[in-house]
C-alpha cells in the first residue's frame, strides 16, 4: 500500500505541509478561505525541527494499529488499509493519543475530537496534499 | 470450531477480531445479560451529558455481528459453566455447547456496605442502563452527592455538570482521581473542578444514609435529591471460580489469555493482568486493556499461538476541559514540570521511563507509552529531548528511520 514518507535530509523546515494539510482537510476550497474563515483548521501533519535536522512526522499506517484497538467509541477504524477516524463518533478523549506510538494523531480542541492523516483519500487528488506541496520533494507517496 | 463468548463489550470485540482474522468460518455466539448491540461503556458518562445520541454509543457498527458471523443471545445471563459437557448453561435452562469459550464478563460496581443505603435510593455508574435511569429523574436545580472521586465518580459528575445540577463529591482519599494523578497533579484538578462549580470533601467517607442525606464522618451532613455510589468495581468472577478455574482479586490466566481450566480464556476487567511498569499483577480495567487481550485471546483459540506480554495502566480523558494523560508507574526518579495550567511528571527507573502523568498539554503523549511498553533503554535518547516534550526528534536517526519507514532512495 502507497504511504506517506519523509526524507528528513531534504525537509527544510519550512512547515508548508502543515499548511497544506489542514487546508486540504478544511472543506474549504482553497488556502485562504481555509485560514481566513475565523476557525484556523488543524493540520494532520506536524513539523519536528531540531539543531540540523527536520522531519514531518503523520499517521504510518501501521502494522500495530494501537489507535483503533484503544478508540472506547469505535471511531477509528481501518478501511482498504488506512486508518480513518469517523469524526461524527470521535468524543475526543485522546486514548488514541495515549497509545500512538509515533505521536501522529493531533487534538482538534475546538470540536472536542481527534483529527489524523488519512492519506487524503477524501480529497480525490491521487496525492496527499503534503505530497504535492512540498517544495523540496522531502515527503513521497510510495509503496515500500 | 465452535466459540462462546460470554460479555459483548471491549474484550469479546477484540475476542471476535482475534478469531476472524485466523478462522473466518467457525461458529462464534455472543452471550450477554445485557439486551444491547456491543456498546462502549466508557462513553456512558457522554450520554447522559448530551453530547453523543443514542446512535454513537454503540461502539461497532449495527452491521458488526452479520458481517463477523456472530449469533448473539442478548438479555439472557449465563449462570454455569459445565465444563464436563463443555456447555455454557443460560438462566433459561438453555445449554450452549463451546468447542473454545471466552469468560469477557467484565466488572460490577462496587458498593460498600454503609449505614442507612439500603433503606437509600442510589444509583451506580456503570452501564447505558444506569445512566438511563439517572436521565429520567434528573431534574435542573437538583442535588446531587456523589460517593467516588475516582474516574468514574468525576466522569459521571462531568456528565451532570451539564444539566444544571449542584454536586458534591465525597471521596475517602485525601485527593481526586487518587489511582491515576499525584498529589500536585491532584491538587490542580480540583481546582479545575472548583472552579467550575464542583464541590469536593476529600478525606472522609459517609457514615450514615438518610433518605435524602449523608452524615459523613468529619460531621457534614450533605443533603442530596440523587445519590450516585461510585467508589469502585469488582470483577465478575463467579463463572470460572464457581467451574474451579484458579481466581485470586480476578480472573487468572496465562500469557496467552488461557484461564486454568481446559479450552476457557477470559479477557478484560474480569482478569488480573501483569504490568510491566511495575512488574506486578493487577486488575488493569481499560477499554484498551480489554481489547487486546481479546484479541491475543481469539488468535490462541483459532490456533495460533499469540502472547500478550505489554500491558501497563494507562489513561486518558479529560475532566471538563482539563485533559489528562497517564501511563504506567510512579515508583522511581521523578522529573517535574509545572505552569498554572500544566503538569508534566516523567518517572524513570533502571534507566528506562516507566512512567508519566501529562495534565493540560498532553499532545503526543503515545511517544512515552510505547517508550514504556518498548522497555527502551533512555541510554538510545537524547534526555534533554526526551524532558522538553514527546517527540520522534528524541531518537536516534536510525532509529527513527526505522520507525517512520526508511530513507527515501
Known amino acids: 500500500?502507497?504511504?506517506?514518507?519523509?526524507?528528513?535530509?531534504?525537509?527544510?523546515?519550512?512547515?508548508?505541509?502543515?499548511?497544506?494539510?489542514?487546508?486540504?482537510?478544511?472543506?474549504?476550497?482553497?488556502?485562504?478561505?481555509?485560514?481566513?474563515?475565523?476557525?484556523?483548521?488543524?493540520?494532520?501533519?506536524?513539523?519536528?525541527?531540531?539543531?540540523?535536522?527536520?522531519?514531518?512526522?503523520?499517521?504510518r499506517h501501521c502494522d500495530g494499529k494501537a489507535c483503533v484497538k484503544a478508540c472506547i467509541s469505535g471511531a477509528i477504524s481501518i478501511v482498504d488499509g488506512v486508518v480513518v477516524c469517523d469524526e461524527n463518533r470521535c468524543v475526543g478523549c485522546g486514548t488514541c493519543v495515549l497509545?500512538?506510538?509515533?505521536?501522529?494523531?493531533?487534538?482538534?480542541?475546538?470540536?472536542?475530537?481527534?483529527?489524523?492523516?488519512?492519506?487524503?483519500?477524501?480529497?480525490?487528488d491521487g496525492e496527499p496534499a503534503c505530497v504535492q506541496g512540498c517544495p523540496n520533494r522531502a515527503i513521497v507517496f510510495e509503496e515500500r | 470450531m465452535n466459540y462462546v463468548i460470554i460479555g459483548n463489550s471491549a474484550a469479546a470485540v477484540g475476542t471476535i477480531a482475534g478469531i476472524r482474522e485466523i478462522d473466518s468460518s467457525g461458529k462464534i455466539t455472543v452471550i450477554s445479560d445485557e439486551k444491547y448491540h456491543t456498546y462502549s461503556r466508557p462513553l456512558i458518562s457522554y450520554w447522559l451529558e448530551g453530547r453523543i445520541s443514542d446512535k454513537n454509543i454503540y461502539y461497532r457498527d449495527p452491521d458488526f455481528y452479520e458481517k463477523n458471523g456472530v449469533e448473539t443471545i442478548l438479555g439472557k445471563k449465563a449462570v454455569k459453566i459445565d465444563t464436563a459437557n463443555k456447555s455454557v448453561v443460560l438462566e433459561d435452562g438453555l445449554a450452549v455447547p463451546y468447542d473454545k469459550l471466552m469468560i469477557a464478563t467484565g466488572s460490577k460496581p462496587f458498593?460498600?456496605?454503609?449505614?442507612?443505603?439500603?433503606?437509600?435510593?442510589?444509583?451506580?455508574?456503570?452501564?447505558?442502563?444506569?445512566?438511563?435511569?439517572?436521565?429520567?429523574?434528573?431534574?435542573?436545580?437538583?442535588?446531587?452527592?456523589?460517593?467516588?472521586?475516582?474516574?468514574i465518580g468525576l466522569k459521571a459528575a462531568e456528565a451532570l455538570a451539564?444539566?444544571?445540577?449542584?454536586?458534591?463529591?465525597?471521596?475517602?482519599?485525601?485527593?481526586?482521581?487518587?489511582?491515576?494523578?499525584?498529589?500536585?497533579?491532584?491538587?490542580?484538578?480540583?481546582?479545575?473542578?472548583?472552579?467550575?462549580?464542583?464541590?469536593?470533601?476529600?478525606?472522609?467517607?459517609?457514615?450514615?444514609?438518610?433518605?435524602?442525606?449523608?452524615?459523613?464522618?468529619?460531621?457534614?451532613?450533605?443533603?442530596?435529591?440523587m445519590l450516585i455510589v461510585a467508589v469502585g468495581v469488582r470483577p465478575n468472577t463467579e463463572l470460572v471460580a464457581d467451574a474451579g478455574g484458579t481466581v485470586e482479586r480476578g480472573i487468572i490466566t496465562d500469557v496467552t489469555q488461557k484461564t486454568s481450566l481446559d479450552d476457557i480464556y477470559a479477557a478484560g476487567d474480569c482478569t488480573v493482568s501483569h504490568d510491566i511498569s511495575s512488574d506486578s499483577d493487577k486488575i488493569l480495567a481499560l477499554l484498551?486493556?480489554?481489547?487486546?487481550?481479546?484479541?491475543?485471546?481469539?488468535?490462541?483459540?483459532?490456533?495460533?499461538?499469540?502472547?500478550?506480554?505489554?500491558?501497563?495502566?494507562?489513561n486518558a480523558g479529560g475532566i471538563l476541559g482539563l485533559h489528562i494523560i497517564s501511563a504506567g508507574s510512579y515508583d522511581g526518579e521523578e522529573y517535574v514540570e509545572e505552569t498554572e495550567n500544566t503538569y508534566k511528571k516523567l518517572v524513570i527507573r533502571d534507566n528506562k521511563l516507566v512512567g508519566y502523568i501529562l495534565m493540560g498539554?498532553?499532545?503526543?503523549?503515545?511517544?512515552?507509552?510505547?517508550?514504556?511498553?518498548?522497555?527502551?533503554?533512555?541510554?538510545?535518547?537524547?534526555?534533554?529531548?526526551?524532558?522538553e516534550k514527546p517527540q520522534m526528534m528524541m531518537f536516534g536517526k536510525k532509529r527513527r528511520e526505522e520507525k517512520l519507514g526508511g530513507i527515501v532512495r
Open chain 2, 111 to 151: 458498593v460498600p456496605p454503609m449505614n442507612g443505603l439500603d433503606k437509600t435510593h442510589y444509583h451506580t455508574f456503570m452501564s447505558y442502563d444506569s445512566v438511563k435511569a439517572i436521565r429520567s429523574e434528573l431534574k435542573s436545580g437538583m442535588k446531587v452527592l456523589i460517593i467516588g472521586a475516582g474516574l
Open chain 2, 361 to 387: 498539554n498532553v499532545r503526543r503523549a503515545g511517544i512515552y507509552t510505547g517508550i514504556i511498553k518498548e522497555g527502551l533503554d533512555l541510554s538510545e535518547v537524547d534526555m534533554d529531548l526526551l524532558k
Open chain 1, 99 to 124: 497509545s500512538c506510538p509515533f505521536g501522529c494523531i493531533v487534538f482538534d480542541e475546538a470540536n472536542h475530537r481527534i483529527q489524523k492523516c488519512d492519506l487524503c483519500v477524501k480529497n480525490h
Open chain 1, 1 to 59: 500500500m502507497k504511504k506517506v514518507y519523509v526524507n528528513e535530509d531534504w525537509c527544510l523546515g519550512c512547515h508548508l505541509c502543515e499548511f497544506y494539510c489542514a487546508a486540504a482537510n478544511s472543506g474549504a476550497p482553497n488556502m485562504i478561505k481555509a485560514f481566513k474563515s475565523g476557525k484556523t483548521p488543524v493540520p494532520r501533519i506536524q513539523v519536528e525541527e531540531g539543531s540540523g535536522v527536520n522531519f514531518a512526522v503523520q499517521c
Open chain 2, 288 to 314: 484498551p486493556n480489554a481489547y487486546l487481550q481479546g484479541e491475543v485471546a481469539g488468535k490462541n483459540m483459532a490456533g495460533r499461538e499469540t502472547k500478550y506480554v505489554n500491558a501497563i495502566p494507562m
Open chain 2, 162 to 225: 451539564a444539566h444544571n445540577v449542584q454536586i458534591t463529591v465525597v471521596d475517602m482519599a485525601d485527593r481526586v482521581l487518587p489511582a491515576v494523578l499525584d498529589t500536585r497533579a491532584a491538587g490542580k484538578m480540583q481546582k479545575h473542578l472548583e472552579n467550575q462549580g464542583l464541590r469536593f470533601i476529600l478525606g472522609t467517607s459517609a457514615d450514615e444514609f438518610t433518605e435524602h442525606s449523608a452524615r459523613l464522618k468529619n460531621g457534614v451532613k450533605v443533603d442530596f435529591d
